[in-house]
């Protein structure tokens, strides 16, 4: 993940429709909807406006969020494997 080196930046990101995230203390995912700034993690999920965004997270260090892609399952090795399996 790419750190996001200000909030002047963040801000941009989240306004290109990209999402950012925070690690510490805990993993918290940020979204902009219309005017309002979602954050989300495992266990809850609320809305901020700009200014409460900024007032709470302002000194935070922020990355940009990269979905992974999901791991290809080689057929040939699947096949390969379940052969050994049975035998």
């Known amino acids: 993940m790419d750190k996001i080196e200000n909030m002047d930046n963040a801000l941009k990101m ?13 993993v918290l995912y940020f979204a902009l909807k219309g005017k309002t700034i ?3 993690n495992d266990h809850s999920q ?6 409460h965004f ?3 997270f302002g000194e935070n260090e922020f990355y940009l969020y990269e979905k992974k892609e999901d791991a290809m399952i080689d057929k040939l090795k699947d096949d390969e494997y379940y052969q050994w399996k049975h035998k």
């Open 14 to 26: 989240l306004r290109l429709g990209e999402i950012i995230c925070m690690m510490k203390p805990q």
């Open 38 to 40: 979602i954050a989300k």
């Open 46 to 51: 609320y809305s901020l406006t700009l200014a």
């Open 54 to 56: 900024i007032e709470l």
